[in-house]
């Protein structure tokens, strides 16, 4: 129900064309829309503004910048291949980690745990997520990554290095380090929009299976998880974009080496991380539109992802529609 | 009945509620890390020097982030004076105006702009604004907040606004009250916590920004006079201490992240526990 | 919702009036990491100095630096790298190269027990190219006769930034090994063939610190703030010399300074010079388009020229020889605002 006056009908046509809509109304009407509009607005321009930056680039590699290795200021030769990986793989670990973890926290604080606990546990949470990456960065840098160097790289490598993702010298700060330290961002909102979800399953899902004699644990199996599927899924994309767009804390721990290794332990680059590090110093004209362009497909890429993950949450609402509109 | 089966089920049942807890307390174990170690390195050097003074110059031990702080502020406040109106107006016509096509779209593009990173923010903001201007600046950095303030406020001010039952706005309607002066007096009013609520949450948010603010406020180790100038912020100050090499500036980026979280921690935990079962139903 | 717009709108005022001073005037300036502990040092002394304006500097990177005062979104540059040809045709206006001090870029290295390793030219270069790969290779082993080196990875550390302090460290790599010549080239910022990305000094500082087994470059003043032990390097007259102030000083005297004062010293022939050193410059225009900033800007480069000069030696920075220093204030008389 988004208009809220769709219940008052306008006057009939004859007194209508006596009374016309009050100038205030009107102008009103009009301001606000102007305002919502500043959402279309806001996104051309970024668009713009990026598509703009990069046209040097875009004209001199074309494709090739999305497919070429090759990142050299001093030839001026740019590929965006190794931000890219890195940006995907860090993403991907940081789903692996973070996925499993969130979904069964939001089931544990949905349907298994009591009250206050719930309520308790869920103001963390949000605590969690309100932490500036910057601040994570600095934690990552100077107490997780010595701690991953000493203690939990060595044992991966000792007991999982036949698999060559565990293989090679290990420097602390790596591709997988950049993707722990991103699973530990994206907890936070992927725990709350499964949580949302998990609640706005129908009462009466939970009651036909309790009705049937189900434990706790099958009816969130049976009546909210595959219910729920959708949603979740959303939820996990929505996570996934915001792991893609990451920025200051990936890049103290990620190792800033523009490079596709097969190794975990070897040091990455994702496509935020080049741009924070060499925007402001990019001395030619080629540099910086080549970081335009990179800005260009990470704002590609996200947009797509956000997209995806708004339209499965909202498919899940569509039928629903439990809250009061 | 108590067969095998039962109690293989019940046994499952527990596991998982087990699993499940054991997944959550890890969930939260990275904030209680975090925060244990900031309050380590940190606590020390929180102290009336760091709320007073401005940096020091290399190797000279003391100085503070009083500029960082003051600076953040104002940015927040600049930001505020850009995302809210533009925020609020908007949440205000998805929810008493518009069509249910156009207002679908316009909720997802809201949604999408949300998930861009902040960092092409700062693109975006740079080529915009410093460059035209010559200059990295105050207004640049509170520009670029705003704008990312203003589809966050959008949203939940729409989401406070359409808890308004509609009772309020027929009855005020049936007494003649113009629609504009419906809205805003009496379902902005009511609301009015909520929305707050609201921005308070979309500035702890952009508070702690960094890397847009590299390439529009810029730093400054002194005071800003002009907003036309660069300014330091607490983030930024942050960010540029912890990887310098200074034991001392170390110290106090700790001390400064610290300080940081703790007013985005307090603004949060304490907008969600004053407005709970209020008007958002969120806990 | 006005109420609270105006609180708001009237903090910002009021914060913005609390920290105000009576017309004082920001001076912006970005640029190299190295010089940064001289620079701010000035900066601060020169803020008593001169209490109606202030110097704010930030150390982006000497690629940074270039940058923005290409851009003009600052008022003065700083770079460890002298602008080329190129980069200079696109300013808007002349910009000059004011030299201010020179330091030493030191080979820096975390190893257990006190080592004080020699190195040269060559094996430097090979290390950087990613051909020397251990602690204990024969090269190494070869310029240390006496010391137990051990036997595990050698990790090369590197700028992820764009930095002046690269460009000395690739223009002494160019000059001593032809293949990193023509692989790798000379630049503020280069395609590494091997190692990890830190920024800025202090990051390579602080990864060389943290991470064992490490090598890396970082000028002379960061490795003594930290204290990170560094290597002995053979110059070009075959000795082994120890970064110092005197030995820099030795590797300017003998280097030749042309007219817009963009010179190398790397590699100097004195016999105790040390072969990686470089200058330091502040990039300005040669008109300034604003004359209150101008004319603040040029008692500072004087002063600095003059006072500033005499603090550099306690931060191990090597202040200009007298004769530099005349062409240098000449120069700055060139100033227009």
């Known amino acids: ?325 | 009945m108590n067969t095998a089966y039962h109690r293989w089920r019940k046994l499952k049942n527990m596991l998982v509620q087990v699993l499940t807890c054991v997944c959550a307390l890890l969930v939260i174990l990275p904030l209680g890390l975090i925060f244990y170690h900031l309050v380590k390195s940190g606590l020390g050097s929180v102290n009336m020097a760091f709320f007073t003074q401005l940096p020091k110059p290399v190797g000279e031990a003391g100085g503070g982030m009083a500029n960082a702080i003051v600076g953040t502020g104002e940015l927040l406040g600049l930001a505020a004076l850009i995302g809210v109106p533009v925020g609020a107006l908007g949440g205000i016509f998805l929810s008493e105006y518009g069509a249910s096509r156009l207002n679908w779209w316009i909720r997802l593009g809201a949604d999408v702009l949300n998930g861009v990173p902040s960092i092409i923010w700062g693109m975006v903001v740079y080529a915009l604004v410093v460059m035209p201007m010559h200059g990295f600046s105050a207004w640049a950095g509170g520009i670029v907040l705003g704008m990312m303030m203003v589809p966050l406020i959008m949203r939940t001010t729409e989401e406070v606004l359409l808890l308004v039952p509609h009772g309020y706005r027929e009855a005020a309607l049936a007494l003649g009250i113009a629609q504009w002066r419906t809205i805003v007096q009496i379902v902005v009013r009511t609301a009015l916590k909520g929305i707050i609520t609201g921005i308070l949450l979309a500035l702890a948010r952009v508070a702690g920004e960094t890397a847009p603010l590299l390439f529009t406020a810029f730093g400054n180790r002194f005071w800003n006079h002009r907003l036309s100038d660069p300014i330091a912020a607490l983030p930024l100050q942050v960010f540029n201490y912890a990887i310098s090499p200074y034991e001392d500036w170390h110290r106090q980026a700790w001390a400064g992240a610290l300080v940081l979280l703790l007013f985005i921690a307090i603004i949060n935990a304490g907008v969600r526990i004053l407005t709970r079962d209020r008007f958002l139903q969120r806990t | 919702m006005n109420r609270a717009l105006s609180l708001i709108v009237g903090a910002v005022l009021t914060l913005s009036s609390a920290s105000r001073s009576s017309a004082q005037m920001l001076i912006n300036g970005a640029g190299a990491t190295f010089p940064y502990p001289i620079y701010s040092k000035w900066f601060d002394e020169y803020a008593r100095v001169d209490p109606s304006v202030r110097f704010n500097y930030q150390s982006i990177g000497s690629g940074g630096g270039q940058k923005q005062i290409l851009a003009q979104t600052v008022d003065f540059g700083a770079s460890d790298g002298p602008m080329t040809d190129a980069n200079l045709a696109k300013a808007p206006g002349k910009i000059l190269h004011i030299p201010t001090v020179a330091g030493a870029v030191v080979i820096t290295y975390n190893l257990p027990g006190n080592l004080k390793l020699t190195l040269d030219g060559p094996t430097v270069a090979d290390i950087f190219l990613g051909k020397i790969t251990r602690w204990d290779d024969k090269r190494i082993a070869a310029l240390n006769p006496q010391m137990i080196l051990p036997n595990s990875d050698l990790v090369v550390v590197h700028r992820s930034d764009g930095s002046g302090t690269s460009y000395i460290f690739t223009d002494y790599l160019c000059s001593v090994s032809k293949e990193w010549e023509s692989q790798v080239g000379r630049n503020t910022s280069v395609k590494w063939p091997s190692g990890l990305g830190a920024k800025g000094n202090e990051g390579v500082a602080g990864q060389v610190k943290q991470l064992h087994g490490t090598v890396g470059y970082v000028e002379l003043a960061y490795a003594h703030q930290n204290d990170l032990p560094y290597a002995n390097m053979k110059n070009a007259a075959g000795h082994p010399i120890e970064a110092s102030l005197d030995s820099v000083t030795e590797a300017m005297a003998t280097a030749k300074i042309p007219d817009d004062f963009r010179f190398s010293m790397v590699n100097a022939p004195g016999g105790k010079a040390y072969p990686i050193a470089g200058a330091t410059w502040l990039l300005v225009y040669e008109h300034q388009k604003d004359p209150a900033k101008g004319k603040k800007l040029v008692e500072f480069l004087n002063w600095a020229l003059t006072t500033g000069e005499g603090m550099a030696p306690a931060l191990d920075y090597v202040p200009l020889p007298d004769d530099l220093k005349r062409r240098v204030i000449d120069r700055i008389k060139t100033i227009t605002y």
């Open chain 1, 1 to 325: 129900m988004n208009n809220a006056l769709a219940t008052v009908k306008p006057a009939p046509r004859a007194i209508a064309s006596l009374v016309r809509r009050p100038f205030g109304d009107e102008a009103f009407e009009w301001l606000t829309f102007l305002a919502a509009l500043a959402v279309f607005v806001l996104i051309l321009l970024i668009g713009y503004e990026l598509a703009q930056g990069s046209l040097l680039t875009l004209r001199k590699f074309g494709w090739r910048f999305l497919t070429s290795s090759d990142w050299d200021p001093v030839n001026e030769q740019f590929g965006a291949l190794p931000f890219m990986f890195g940006t995907l793989v860090s993403s991907v670990i940081a789903l692996v980690i973070a996925v499993p973890l969130s979904i069964a926290t939001a089931v544990f604080l949905t349907e298994l745990a009591p009250r206050w606990l719930q309520q308790t546990l869920s103001l963390f949470i949000e605590l969690l997520a309100a932490v500036p990456s910057v601040i994570l960065g600095l934690w990552g840098i100077f107490v997780m990554v010595p701690w991953l160097a000493d203690h939990v790289f060595p044992k991966l490598k000792q007991s999982l290095g036949f698999l060559p993702i565990f293989q090679g010298p290990i420097y602390g700060v790596s591709m997988l380090a950049g993707g722990i330290i991103i699973a530990i961002m994206i907890l936070p909102i992927i725990t709350s929009v499964s949580r949302e979800i998990l609640r706005s399953v129908p009462g009466l899902q939970r009651e036909a299976a309790y009705a049937l004699g189900a434990t706790r644990w099958e009816v969130t199996r049976i009546a909210v998880l595959s219910y729920a599927k959708k949603g979740i899924c959303g939820a996990v994309i929505l996570g996934l974009g915001r792991a893609l767009g990451e920025t200051m804390a990936v890049t103290m721990v990620i190792g800033n080496r523009p490079e596709i290794a097969k190794s975990l332990f070897a040091p990455g680059y994702t496509l935020a991380s080049v741009v924070a590090n060499e925007f402001t110093e990019a001395t030619t004209d080629t540099y910086l539109s080549a970081l335009f362009e990179i800005g260009l497909v990470l704002l590609g890429v996200t947009v797509v992802v956000n997209a995806l993950a708004q339209l499965l949450l909202k498919a899940m609402e569509g039928p629903l529609a439990t809250r009061q509109h």
